[in-house]
């Protein structure tokens, strides 16, 4: 079975600093890749895809992630984050050919200290 | 604001309860996913919904039994549930094509279940 891993169970930046969140999968085929931000209290938002093209993908609020093929890998990165990006953020892939099969990582909590 | 929601929001049951979670998307898709989310754990895929037929029972108990009349509604119907049930229930919708290739779920606020 495929499976999703987010290394950083908890982050805790400061305004303006640089983001990035791992995100590692283990499937060997086309995969397609998302990521879900959860605001406190509200409900998963998709901010981010990835289907084919470019591996580099722009999502919503300046952020963007990176597919490397070779690394398994789909990276969230913002270059200056703000206090409202504080939120729990969750990795999660759809092999091609497993129909309606979504896998999700355990989340990484996100709080940005103004 | 999101096209699928859910109701009620927050559910307490006793054990020998029965109640029932409901889901309803407004966006037209035509697949509907019943997820767990529990603290520190991946989100739990429970059931899926293609075209109101179920293409996906991922070991669930049969304590909690899914109904889908139409491709626009889901239903969870919850009975003799234990503590460990509790969490935060989702439900999700997509536009499904038959090799899922190119989906993107869209999910509801969630009903925060707390079972006595």
């Known amino acids: 079975a495929q499976s999703v891993s987010q290394h950083n169970h908890h982050v805790i930046l400061s305004e303006a600093a640089s983001l990035e969140l791992g995100c590692n999968y283990s499937y060997g085929g086309t995969v397609n890749l998302f990521w879900y931000v959860q605001y406190p209290g509200q409900h998963l938002q998709l901010l981010l895809k990835y289907f084919s093209g470019d591996p580099l993908v722009k999502g919503i609020k300046g952020f963007e992630a990176e597919f490397i093929k070779s690394k398994f890998s789909f990276n969230l990165r913002k270059p200056s984050v703000q206090w409202s990006d504080t939120a729990e953020y969750f990795c999660?892939?759809?092999?091609?050919?497993?129909?309606?099969?979504?896998?999700f990582g355990t989340g990484t909590s996100l709080t940005v200290i103004p | 604001e999101t096209g699928v929601t859910q109701t009620p929001r927050h559910l307490v049951m006793g054990m020998t309860n029965k109640k029932s979670l409901k889901c309803e998307q407004h966006l037209g898709h035509n697949a509907m996913y019943w997820y767990k989310q529990s603290a520190k754990k991946p989100l739990e895929l429970m059931f899926v919904?293609?075209?109101?037929?179920?293409?996906e029972n991922n070991s669930v108990p049969s304590r909690f039994s899914p109904e889908c009349p139409n491709s626009s509604h889901l239903f969870l119907h919850l009975h003799t549930l234990q503590p460990e049930d509790s969490a935060l229930y989702l439900c999700a919708s997509s536009q499904a094509s038959h090799v899922g290739i190119e989906e993107t779920q869209y999910f509801g606020p969630g009903t925060r279940l707390l079972v006595l």
């Open positions: 919904y293609n075209f109101k037929e179920q293409t």
């Open positions: 999660a892939v759809n092999a091609a050919g497993t129909g309606n099969q979504f896998y």
